[in-house]
């Protein structure tokens, strides 16, 4: 396969920390070393992952799922991940049973493995993802990138909100320098002014706008109307946990749709609430949660069709190193009765 890859910025040379070296791992080959990280399941546990971000930190904080799955004999045992791929690591490797991340994460870890399995989405979210250079830039077009230098983390959603950014504009994916840096370090040097331009979701986009001044060069939403990415959140789990544990799966779903359908209503609790544990201000908070979206679904022909445009794309640059069938990876809620009998023959085991 020809190496398509755009210039990868030395990061020394830029004055940047080294990368997180899970982060650069987890978008590919690295997803092989995952099992290393495998920790012993409790029994009558679900391990859930999470972002600071989303329903599932809210869901956290609130304890409901904890008194949803009582009636099911089931502990819920918590992790915070930085971000999508390392997360999606950790669930190739049997660490998590059951977490969240954007679009592009997925697609890299069903490569990395058939075990993979989407149990939900939520609507997309265009508006909350975004390219953001400096107040004072002279970049005012996604075309002005070329042979910029433009900070992202990758494999995960922003990854592809910049292919398609860069289609759209006719500029090569190599025609730019990519600074693969997690969040905190591209906000560094995004102040600092080692990169051009920074690929970035809420909240660090919010904040970014709201500390530094910085201008949306494009979001999700594309330009004139030509949409560049749907930006929607999934909710994934494993083949090995929703075959023995679906009742388990569709009662934290429906946890999760109680904690959207209140978030929806009432951003500015959900704001204040969230600001402690995110570390960003509910002001700035509230800004990132109204352009968020809400309503936890299974997937539809929709969804499943924006995911492979994600997969093709990935595949087409050589960012991927197989072609994935994403309909192979989407899980189909059991019946109410069916999902109950198959927890109880696990229970027996």
Not at 1 to 24: H, K, V, Y
Not at 132 to 157: E, Y
Not at 205 to 212: M, N, V, Y
Request: cysteine-free.
């Amino acid at each position: 396969m020809t190496d398509r890859s755009p210039r990868a910025l030395s990061l020394s040379s830029a004055g940047a920390p080294a990368p997180n070296r899970r982060l650069l791992l987890s978008a590919g080959l690295g997803l092989a070393a995952a099992p290393l990280l495998r920790p012993a399941r409790a029994a009558g546990t679900i391990r859930i992952g999470y972002q600071k971000y989303g329903s599932l930190v809210l869901l956290k904080a609130r304890g409901t799922l904890e008194k949803a799955l009582q009636p099911l004999g089931t502990a819920v045992a918590w992790s915070e991940f930085p971000s999508g791929p390392p997360l999606l690591e950790a669930l190739n490797a049997g660490a998590i049973d059951l977490g969240s991340a954007g679009e592009a994460p997925p697609i890299f870890a069903q490569a990395a493995s058939p075990e993979l399995r989407y149990v939900a989405a939520e609507p997309p979210a265009p508006r909350g993802e975004a390219i953001l250079v400096p107040k004072d830039s002279p970049i005012r077009s996604v075309a002005d990138l070329r042979g910029k230098t433009v900070a992202l983390n990758k494999g995960s959603n922003v990854h592809y909100l910049l292919v398609r950014a860069l289609e759209q504009a006719g500029v090569p994916y190599d025609a730019v320098t990519l600074a693969y840096l997690a969040p905190a370090d591209a906000n560094a040097a995004f102040v600092r002014g080692s990169v051009d331009a920074w690929v970035i979701w809420d909240p660090f986009q919010a904040a970014a706008e709201r500390a530094t001044g910085a201008r949306v060069l494009v979001d999700g939403r594309g330009v004139d109307g030509h949409a560049l990415a749907p930006n929607r959140q999934f909710y994934l789990s494993r083949r090995g946990f929703t075959d023995t544990s679906p009742a388990i799966v569709s009662a934290v779903l429906q946890a999760i749709g109680e904690i959207d359908a209140w978030a929806e209503g009432h951003a500015d609790a959900v704001a204040a609430e969230l600001a402690p544990s995110v570390g960003i201000p509910a002001p700035v908070l509230a800004v990132a949660l109204g352009r968020l979206s809400y309503g936890v679904a299974p997937l539809d022909a929709a969804a499943i069709a924006d995911q492979q445009r994600v997969a093709d794309s990935f595949h087409r640059l050589g960012l991927l190193p197989k072609p994935v069938r994403v309909a192979d990876a989407v899980w189909t809620p059991p019946r109410p009765a069916d999902a109950l009998k198959s927890e109880k023959r696990t229970e027996n085991r």
